[in-house]
């Protein structure tokens, strides 16, 4: 049981983490903090945190778990300066969707402070953002990666784990390293395919788009200050994916000049099976 969650970053991950533990009774008592006075009164008013506090200092001060969900790019500065109020012991742990950046920058300077740094990656989300598009069932039944620094503690691991457990997700630990090679894979590429297939069709086109552009280009609909903040923080891992996709899309474009249909079908083939596969 957490006694005080700290929720800093009320939008949809932050958000639906409050209602996600709201639903769970796993956590008494749901402090909420947000840079931005409206995102932080709606989430007051669509009962995401008990209450509202207008500086990160009285966000932090009485929690025993803090979690940061604001742009990936903010995450480091934020815990550092928040560390700086918490009381000892107190674990602070993330959503950012990028680890190896975050994790570099906060773990030599979190050493002798008070908080522990447990990384973590919801693989939950969805296209809009802010508050209102938050939901308590986001996390059920899907994953949390937890990237544990050399120095994590056992029990902290722990104290992280089973919160995410009591909203629903099933855990996996992986280095943050490793973590943004496979996700620049599985999410930002994907996300970097989408906008730019979207961006490619003129006004004219939008009348003549039906199911297979709208499965294909979903994500293109997801804020571009948030996505080209996670590109930036994962620019080597994703520029390899991006290789390996322009490399794919070339056998594709050289069996059509080739006319070597079998070829491509070959090609389809494989890629409908991996398909198949995903939920
Ligand atoms: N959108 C997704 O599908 C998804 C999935 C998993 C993880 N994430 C990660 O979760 C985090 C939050 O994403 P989101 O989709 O909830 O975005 P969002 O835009 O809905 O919410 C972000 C919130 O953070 C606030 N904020 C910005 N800077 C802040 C600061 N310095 N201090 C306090 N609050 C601040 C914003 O005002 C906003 O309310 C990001 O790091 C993102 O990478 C997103």
């Known amino acids: 049981m957490v006694e005080t969650l700290g929720l800093i970053g009320t939008g949809m991950i932050g958000g639906s983490i409050g209602l996600a533990c709201k639903k ?15 995102s932080l009164e709606a989430s007051k008013a669509l009962g995401i945190c008990d209450s509202i506090e207008y500086t990160l200092e ?12 604001m742009p990936v790019h903010s995450i480091a500065e934020e815990i550092l300066q928040a560390a700086k109020y918490a009381r000892e012991g107190v674990v602070f742990t993330d ?10 920058l906060v773990k030599e300077k979190i050493k002798g402070l ?5 990384p973590a990656h919801p693989i939950a989300g969805s296209e809009k953002n802010g508050p209102t598009a938050a939901h308590a069932e986001l996390f059920k ?7 544990p620094l050399e120095n994590t503690p056992a029990w902290a691991l722990d104290k992280v784990a089973t919160f995410w457990q ?12 490793e973590h943004d090679k496979i996700f620049a894979f599985t999410s930002h590429l994907p996300h970097l395919i ?8 003129e006004p004219k086109h939008v009348q003549f788009t039906a199911g297979g552009f709208r499965d294909t280009t979903r994500v293109a609909g997801s804020d571009p200050a948030l996505w080209a903040e996670i590109f930036k923080a994962n620019k080597g891992p994703l520029l390899e994916a991006l290789k ?15 006319n070597d249909f079998d070829a491509l079908k070959n090609i389809l083939t494989k890629a409908q099976q991996f398909r198949r596969k995903v939920q």
């Open 24 to 38: 769970a009774g796993h956590v008494k008592r749901i402090i909420g903090y947000d840079t931005n006075p409206e």
């Open 58 to 69: 009285d966000a932090v001060k009485h929690a025993d778990l803090v979690i940061f969900s």
């Open 166 to 177: 009591g909203m629903g997700a099933r855990i996996e630990k992986l280095s943050p390293e």
């Open 194 to 201: 989408a906008y730019a297939l979207a961006g490619l069709l």
């Open 244 to 258: 390996g996709f322009q490399e794919g899309l070339h056998k594709i474009e050289s069996c059509l000049k080739s």
């Open 114 to 118: 008070k908080p522990v740094f447990v």
């Open 95 to 104: 959503t950012g969707s990028t680890k190896a950046e975050i994790c570099s």
């Open 141 to 147: 039944g899907k994953l949390t990666i937890l990237c």
